[in-house]
């Protein structure tokens, strides 16, 4: 299954960012409310006048309409692939209907940028927001950096990041199956743009901090049970991590 992914994705490009299709209304709707509820308690967001970068904003910008109807100033996604004409005509309008206010699609700024270095991008942005895009990123550390750059002082990011298989139900079963490969096997067989880059929660800490972000804290979401990880087997490499049990958690740090 992850060679034809490999296949399929090297052929026609990372093309479907989440596991439902773009055209349901509904679950793109409650998939959105769901993400910013969970970023605003997991990093204590308030909105109010915030200008706010979105890395990776999927199928869509609902997310931005969600922030901007709480109080954000601005919103602007950044990707390195554009999959927001994927959404359904109608998306906004029973968005804005379920918001209680109109959704403004000019005020959703899309940028097709460069990663990590962003140079498309410029700017100072107040909070820095992702949801499930971190562990598509080939270069974490690069990415932190141009984070810091587009930073205001007292700027916050808050990246959710799941960190397990993707391939469907195998992720039900084993979802540290991704981990269970050596490095030259995954990049031989494996490995696509957009393919997960197999980091663990440490690694987004150690990255946040070398990349000079202050405060960086993991608040952990979904755990492996631990009679899974008392018979599963990882690499190595893997092997070292202190978070391995951290299946989805959410990286919040500072400036």
């Not at 690499?235 to 092997?239: L, N």
């Given at each position: 299954m992850?060679i ?12 479907t960012?989440?596991?439902?299709s ?9 998939h ?16 109010s006048?915030?200008?706010v970068?979105e890395?990776g904003?999927?199928s869509?910008?609902s997310?931005g309409?969600?922030?901007?109807t709480r ?5 602007r996604a950044v990707?390195l692939f554009?999959n927001?004409g994927?959404?359904d005509?109608g ?8 918001l209680?206010?109109p ?7 899309f ?11 410029d700017?100072?942005h ?7 895009t971190l ?5 974490v ?9 587009l930073?205001a002082p007292?700027?916050?990011m808050?990246?959710?990041v799941?960190?397990?298989?993707h ?5 039900d079963?084993?979802?540290l199956?991704?981990?269970?490969y ?11 743009p957009?393919?997960?880059n ?22 952990p979401?979904?755990r492996?049970?631990?009679s899974?990880?008392?018979r599963?087997?990882v ?5 070292r991590?202190t978070?391995l049990?951290?299946l ?7 400036r």
């Open positions: 992850g034809a992914n490999n296949v399929r994705h090297r052929r026609s490009g990372y093309v960012p989440r596991p439902f773009a055209a349901d209304v509904d679950r793109t709707i409650g959105a409310m769901g993400v910013v509820d969970r970023l605003q308690e997991h990093g204590a967001i308030d909105w006048g915030k200008r970068l890395v904003p999927g869509d910008m997310t309409a969600v922030v901007l109080g954000a100033a601005t919103y990707d554009d927001t994927q959404s005509p998306l906004y309008h029973e968005l804005g209907r379920r209680g206010e959704v403004d699609p000019e005020r959703l700024d940028t097709l940028a460069s990663f990590p270095e962003l140079p498309e991008v700017g100072e107040d909070v820095v927001i992702s949801n499930a562990e598509h990123v080939e270069d550390p690069g990415l932190f950096r141009s984070l810091r750059r930073a007292d700027a916050a808050v990246h959710h799941d960190g397990q298989t391939m469907r139900w195998i992720k079963v084993d979802p199956n991704i981990l269970r050596s490095d030259q096997t995954y990049e031989q067989l494996l490995d696509f957009g393919a997960p197999r980091l663990r929660a440490d690694d987004y800490l150690q990255a946040a901090c070398a990349a000079g972000w202050d405060d960086a804290r993991i608040v979401d979904v492996a049970d631990r899974y990880l008392g599963t087997r690499a190595r490499r893997f092997r991590s978070t049990d951290l989805t958690f959410t990286l919040v740090a500072g």
